[in-house]
């Protein structure tokens, strides 16, 4: 990933943009945990079967070693419900490995997991995460990245204490604003 944007960067011009989106954080939780619990339960340890994702706050620092400026990382969460654990696996297998890149590249995970450690995960879902109508939620935290290739012509920040105002003032106003609308 690191490569991959500090490349975004070198082939913009001065003042573009760059505005990415992925998956990151906690998506896909309720799968890990499931398939954790289960794996510890039935095998007697796991090993990741679910790729790990980026922290927000690791972005930031990405975007900011690569050379981008006015950075702005914002998270949104989707959850969508699926009837069981199989239908989110088989989901993710089918529709997303293009655009999520969910098959598992994790150097130390088993390339399978027995009969018995899957029907447990299934039940585990359905028990710690399931809905009240038999369906089983999967969480997907999707994180927005901005970030500018520096120009001269960008605005800059003031001066480090060159404010008018202190915040102190700007609590008196809103109190005389509520007092106004009395």
């Keep these: 990933l690191c490569v991959c944007v500090v490349q ?23 799968l890990r ?3 954790q619990l289960a794996e510890l339960e039935r095998e007697g340890g796991f090993a ?8 927000i706050a690791d ?13 702005t990382v914002d998270t949104d969460e989707i959850q969508v419900n699926y009837p069981g654990l199989f239908e989110v696996m088989e989901d993710l297998q089918g529709k997303y490995i293009l655009c999520m890149g969910e098959s598992n590249c994790s150097w ?3 390339p399978l997991l027995h009969r018995e450690t899957m029907l447990a995960a299934a039940a585990i879902y359905q028990e710690m995460y399931g809905n009240s109508d038999g369906s089983v939620p999967a969480t997907f935290q999707i994180y927005y990245m901005i970030g500018w290739k520096y120009h001269e012509s960008q605005a800059k ?3 480090r204490g060159s404010a008018t105002v202190s915040f102190g ?4 106003i809103e109190g005389l604003l509520k007092k106004g609308k009395k």
């Excluded at 990741?48 to 922290?55: I, L, M, N, Y």
């Design 59 to 71: 972005l930031g620092h990405l975007l900011s070693r690569a050379g981008f400026n006015t950075l």
């Design 169 to 172: 003032d700007l609590a008196k």
């Design 108 to 110: 130390n995970r088993k």
């Design 8 to 30: 975004i960067h070198q082939v913009l011009k001065p003042d573009g943009v760059f505005i990415g989106a992925m998956f990151g954080g906690d998506t896909l939780y309720e």
């Design 157 to 159: 920040p003031a001066q």
């Design 33 to 35: 945990c499931s398939l």
């Design 48 to 55: 990741p079967h679910v790729s790990p994702f980026t922290a």
